[in-house]
């Protein structure tokens, strides 16, 4: 082929598939960013456990130039907490709606990224700050929670396929 029917064959190509994107899967995984971007990511489990908004805050107020990324299958509540608190430390926000990007219970509904590749010893929100211990006497068995966790999280999917009209 010549050079001009190879870039024919690559606007083509291009115009039929969508631009090429350079690691999906990983950017699936990641809402749609690079995991050496990301500074801390928090996962649909721990958001749904705790509350980060201190964590955040510190790591925010230290990187006022970095992004709020937040799943959209988050529980509102969860989403509208991490919105205002985005907007209340002039913290650029986007929210990622897509159904590429993963949606369970160990991939990422929170992340927190640069603009280029930062490459923290850990993303994990988690081990960067540890909580103190809680009392761990609890009556429900470790894995009903997790369970209640599939459930709430399936039933998130299914609201958000039938609002979209994908059933």
Do not use: W
């Amino acid at each position: 082929m010549s050079n001009t029917e190879d870039q024919m064959d690559q606007h083509l190509q291009s115009a039929i598939f969508g631009t090429p994107v350079l690691n999906p899967d990983e950017q699936h995984r990641n809402l749609g960013t690079f995991h050496e971007r990301i500074d801390l990511g928090i996962t649909f489990t721990q958001a749904l456990i705790r509350d980060y908004s201190t964590e955040l805050t510190s790591e925010m107020q230290l990187h006022s130039d970095y992004q709020l990324l937040l799943h959209g299958l988050l529980d509102e509540d969860i989403l509208n907490r991490y919105i205002k608190l985005a907007s209340q430390l002039n913290v650029k926000f986007a929210i990622r709606n897509d159904l590429m990007y993963q949606h369970t219970p160990t991939s990422l509904a929170v992340a927190l990224v640069a603009n280029q590749a930062i490459t923290p010893d850990s993303i994990d929100i988690d081990e960067r700050f540890p909580a103190s211990p809680l009392n761990t006497d609890t009556t429900i068995p470790k894995g009903l929670l997790v369970d209640r966790i599939h459930q709430h999280l399936e039933h998130n999917r299914q609201e958000f396929r039938i609002k979209h009209h994908l059933i």
